[in-house]
Nanobody, 119 residues
């Protein structure tokens, strides 16, 4: 399974960004897809994840601001990030797993995309 991310960049506080991730190769194996992030000096943390059946999980810090969506026909997962805060600044990684959940040991990872929130 290959994961390719797009989106990210620079946004002002209160602004929005959209991240997309497309999976290819043996995508039939995938159950969970979602996003982790890692800020400098911090551990990688789960931002949001969704299962093949559509269940979604969010970190408390992003609830009400971020929305994860998935298109199983296109093997894509998208993270819409609204009302961004400086503490959202991090490298965001797309992840996928054969299980219906993600962990830092999940099987498949994208290359990461930088999100910077600053005025």
């Amino acid at each position: 399974v290959q994961l390719v991310e797009s989106g990210g960049g620079l946004a002002q506080p209160g602004g929005s960004l959209r991240l997309s991730c497309e999976a290819s190769d043996s995508t039939f194996m995938i159950n969970a897809m979602g996003w982790y992030r890692q800020a400098p000096g911090e551990q990688r943390e789960l931002v949001a994840a969704t299962t093949k059946s559509g269940s979604a999980t969010y970190a408390d810090s992003v609830k009400g601001r971020f929305t994860i969506s998935r298109d199983n026909t296109k093997n894509t997962v998208t993270l819409q990030m609204n009302n961004l805060k400086p503490e959202d600044t991090a490298v965001y990684y797309c992840a996928a797993d054969l299980e219906p959940w993600l962990t830092p040991r999940s099987a498949f990872w994208g290359q990461g995309t930088q999100v910077t929130v600053s005025s």
